[in-house]
């Protein structure tokens, strides 16, 4: 297991340096830092609560960033100079830490696409292999405008799926809530009111209260088992990736949630690839960078076998139109894309036309949602009120039997 540590030493020059290092072992870091002439005087593990506040630097920083770098390369500054003034106007103290690390590596001479490697959580395979062409080719900060379009419009589109599926599971959560507190604290007390009536419950009263007794008399159990699916679920999901994969494959299949998905998978693989291969990557190595920015596990394991298949000499457009993941729409692109000579091009096309269908359905699924959702709680709440006022509304009878 690796562990990150920072070190400080003096290189061949007798100047002080320092920086980071993944290693096995503090021993390990200094035979490395020996072997490219340093001196080391202190190797120490990063400490938790640093290592976490990385974690926090979100997408859309990163976006911003790379406009912010774009824009100053473009002015003439200097790479390293960059980098110390966008730290200094980061309000985010971990995007800082961060900017001061990566200054250090390229002020020892290190490229920049070796500095982001270090940094995986921040900086996807497409970020860096982007940043490799533009530092190869001379147009680093052409390709970092193009990032950070990409990676607003990624962030933009989240954001959008987001919000389509945040807003039913907050209220499905809030109808829940409320029901258990019903059940727990407003059942027991018609309950109190219905015993003394001295006449048989209607059924579906019955189950109502039969449930509220269950639930008041062993919530406790009821959380810890729900505590102990949820912790097995998540255990299993992060350990298995068939299991994701064929969870992923279900989503897919949802009615409109996973159409949502699907599309926006499919955008994130057109647009990554178009970009990587517009900037000069030879379509292997694109292929390669793309298996890891679709964020999907489905995609990702296909994508790798297309790119061991294209390795071998054959079309791209052969191969998506024997893959069932890929639509029609995708695979006649990339044919007109690759007879023409402009993937690119007709990858983009493919992209913005998956993008706008994305902001479609969010849209229908907002207004298909609202009424369902309606129903839904119309049908708890309601159900809940008609059980308990139900033997209210027999009191008369009740009463005029005795």
Request: proline share 4%; aromatic share 8%.
């Amino acid at each position: 297991m690796t562990t990150r540590f920072t070190w400080c030493g003096k290189n061949s020059q007798g100047h002080n340096v320092a920086g980071e290092l993944d290693g096995s072992s503090a021993a390990m870091v200094q035979a490395i830092l020996r072997r490219q002439n340093i001196t080391p005087l202190d190797v120490k593990p990063v400490r938790q609560h640093l290592r976490h506040n990385k974690h926090k630097i979100s997408g859309k920083e990163i976006a911003v960033f790379a406009r912010q770098l774009a824009t100053m390369l473009n002015t003439g500054i200097p790479l390293v100079q960059s980098f110390q003034i966008i730290a200094d106007s980061c309000d985010n103290p971990a995007l800082r830490n961060l900017l001061l690390q990566i200054k250090q590596e390229l002020t020892r001479g290190t490229t920049l696409f070796s500095a982001l490697r270090q940094h995986p959580r921040q900086f996807d395979n497409l970020f860096c292999h982007l940043v490799q062409a533009g530092e190869q080719g001379g147009v680093l900060a052409t390709l970092l405008d193009k990032l950070a379009t990409h990676q607003a419009q990624i962030e933009t589109l989240k954001s959008k799926i987001r919000k389509a599926t945040y807003y039913p599971l907050t209220v499905l959560g809030t109808a829940l809530t409320i029901t258990c507190l019903i059940m727990i604290f407003v059942v027991p007390q018609f309950q109190v009111l219905f015993s003394s009536f001295g006449a048989d419950l209607p059924l579906f009263t019955q189950w109502i209260v039969a449930l509220s007794d269950l639930i008041s008399t062993y919530w406790w159990l009821i959380a810890l088992f729900i505590t102990l699916c949820s912790v097995l679920a998540i255990t299993a999901w992060r350990r298995s990736v068939a299991l994701r994969m064929k969870l992923e494959a279900l989503s897919f299949a949802l009615p409109v949630l996973g159409k949502v998905r699907h599309q926006a998978v499919l955008a994130r693989f057109s647009r990554t690839t178009a970009i990587l291969f517009a900037a000069g990557l030879p379509l292997t190595d694109a292929l390669a960078a793309v298996a890891g920015a679709t964020g999907s596990n489905l995609y990702h394991q296909a994508v790798l076998g297309i790119h061991d298949q294209v390795a071998t000499g054959q079309s791209l457009h052969q191969i998506l139109h024997q893959h069932p993941l890929f639509p029609p729409l995708i695979t006649q692109m990339v044919a007109i894309g690759e007879e023409s000579g402009s993937l690119d091009e007709m990858l983009n096309k493919a992209a913005d036309f998956y993008e706008e269908a994305v902001d479609h359905l969010v849209d229908s699924l907002s207004s298909l949602l609202e009424p369902v959702i309606m129903i839904f709680l119309g049908l708890v709440v309601g159900g809940l009120v008609v059980a308990l006022y139900l033997p209210v509304f027999q009191l008369g009878s009740v009463i005029s039997s005795h």
